[in-house]
């Protein structure tokens, strides 16, 4: 795809609340859901009702029916082409509690990720291990921290060095190097356009917290952060 651009939207942890007008100025190719987005899957697929749409999980989500009755491709676990971009992705999070449907130990991810292809873009609602924004792991704690990076997920990016990992659960945004992969910590929705030519390219095109979209809240699951 030398030569051509794409452009995506990428939405994280809205958890119900329900997005304004999207304000770029432009239609994304596609839509990247990083999970607890719950009933706002629905309004962001409504407001661009005619491209394809991506996403995984988060750990809120519910694996009998994880976007609240939107058509998304889901990505957990997989890896897709899209417009001659590879794509894969990562649901859910740490186990930091008993019960929920998407909470994984360390090492299912890492048995997960051990079938994973290269891919240009990953999209994880897990972050991996290594941000300065993570729960610091405990040698004595049963469980994980509520927002533990994935130690597994890092040594995918270290191992593959996809173009950008996008992810959320942490509640904010922020981006950090990772070798040469990009990691992009979403909370809210945000634009991004991607080049692959000689040298793949992720330019970021703007954004909005959580705070700035939710205008007012969705039909309410009551499940938080």
């Known amino acids: 795809m030398e030569g051509k651009s794409l452009l ?17 100025g432009a239609t994304p190719d596609a839509l990247l859901l990083l999970g607890d987005l719950e009933w706002s899957a629905g309004r962001l697929v409504g407001m661009f009702p005619d491209i394809p749409v991506f996403g995984v999980p988060g750990n809120h989500d519910y694996s009998v029916d994880p976007f609240c009755g939107t058509p998304v491709e889901n990505l ?26 998407f909470l994984f130990w ?20 897990c972050p991996p291990a290594g941000l300065p924004w993570c729960d610091t792991p405990s040698e004595e704690a049963p469980w994980h921290g509520a927002h533990e990076g994935s130690a597994a997920l890092a040594e995918y990016i270290y191992r593959m060095q996809p173009a950008v990992v996008l ?22 929705v945000e634009m991004f356009e991607y080049s692959c030519g000689l040298e793949r390219v ?24």
């Open 202 to 225: 992720f330019q970021h095109k703007g954004g909005l917290s959580r705070a700035d979209w939710a205008s007012q809240p969705g039909p309410a699951t009551g499940r938080a952060d």
């Open 167 to 188: 992810c959320g659960h942490l509640h904010l945004s922020a981006g950090k190097r990772m070798g040469k992969t990009l990691v992009r910590v979403v909370y809210g």
């Open 106 to 125: 360390d090492a299912e991810y890492r048995e997960i990720l051990r079938k994973m292809p290269p891919v240009d873009i990953f999209i994880s609602h």
């Open 76 to 101: 957990h676990g997989r890896a897709v082409e899209f417009g001659g971009v590879r794509i894969g992705g990562l649901g859910g999070s740490l186990r930091y509690k008993p019960g929920d449907d």
């Open 8 to 24: 995506f939207l990428c939405a994280s942890d809205l958890h119900g609340f329900a997005p304004g007008a999207p304000g770029f």
